[in-house]
């Protein structure tokens, strides 16, 4: 008898520690719902980088607060348009905050309102252009003169009459320039066709305005030379600088006759691109030159 009250004792215990077990557990398993419960909102809470913006190549975290500042004001306009004109600095008034143009002497350099040149910066390679293409005294780097004569020679083979008007132009020589425009229509007015010195492409050695030979370079729209240069100009290198309606990305007025040599390679992803040398410099040169 006595040794099966031992027996009888001892299933007791067993069965009160699996049973004390049993409910140890099942308080930690609700312990731990309760904790992840408390977690969740925290773990949905964004970090400061899973924005909208930054999911961009060109993003730029410097530039966040910037971004959002501009899309309140210009809620019709992309997330990439935003950051891409932000990047330009075209949330800033121009000729402010500044600085200096990088990549000189290369198909990449970029001159604008915001990147400038030293004025004592000459371009390399400068060599004046033939007459039969070109005013006397016209200068152009190098590359870019070899290219455009070609560009005016298959022209001519087509039927077209193209002319270089104006070219290379010193630091000095704008100035002037700039100063007449100021002159005869005001800084504001000025400001809109005209760059000041440092800030005009020309210096670069990379610019030309054409025309129809010996005709108004304002009526080059107009011709049949312009159609032309549309549709075979950045197959010699050559781009539209300041195209029609995008005015407030270059920050200029339509230019028909103003073209910049970036090399054919570039210009011909440029014009598929349908972007501007602006906007095509801050998605995919920026970055990769500077």
Sequence with gaps: MK???????????????????????????????DNIKEKKPT????????????????????NLDRYKAYQDNNKDLSIEDIVTRVNLNLDKEFYTDTIPATNLNTNYLFVNKFNYLDSNY???NLELLDNSYAKSGIYLV????????????????????????????????QENLYNN????????????????AGYSEHQTGLVVDVTRAF??????????EYNWMLENAHNYGFIL????NKEKITTYSFEAWHYRYVGIEL???????SLTFDEYYARYLESDNN
């Design 181 to 196: 425009y100021v002159k005869s229509d005001g800084v504001e007015m000025a400001d809109t066709y005209s760059a000041r």
């Design 267 to 273: 210009a011909q992803k440029i014009k598929a691109s």
């Design 122 to 124: 000459i371009p390399n």
């Design 43 to 62: 773990e949905n809470i964004p970090l400061e980088e899973d924005n909208k913006f930054s999911k961009l190549s060109y993003y730029k975290k410097e």
């Design 241 to 244: 600088r300041y195209p029609k």
């Design 215 to 224: 005709d108004d370079f304002n009526n080059f729209e107009n011709t049949n």
């Design 142 to 173: 190098k590359e870019a003169k070899d290219n455009i004569e070609k560009l005016i020679s298959d022209a001519k083979n087509d039927g077209m009459n193209i002319r270089v008007i104006s070219a290379y132009r010193s630091y000095t020589y």
């Design 3 to 33: 040794k099966i009250i031992i027996i009888l004792s001892s299933i007791i215990v067993i069965i009160f520690i699996i049973l004390m077990i049993f409910l140890f557990n099942t308080d930690s398993k609700d312990k731990d719902i």
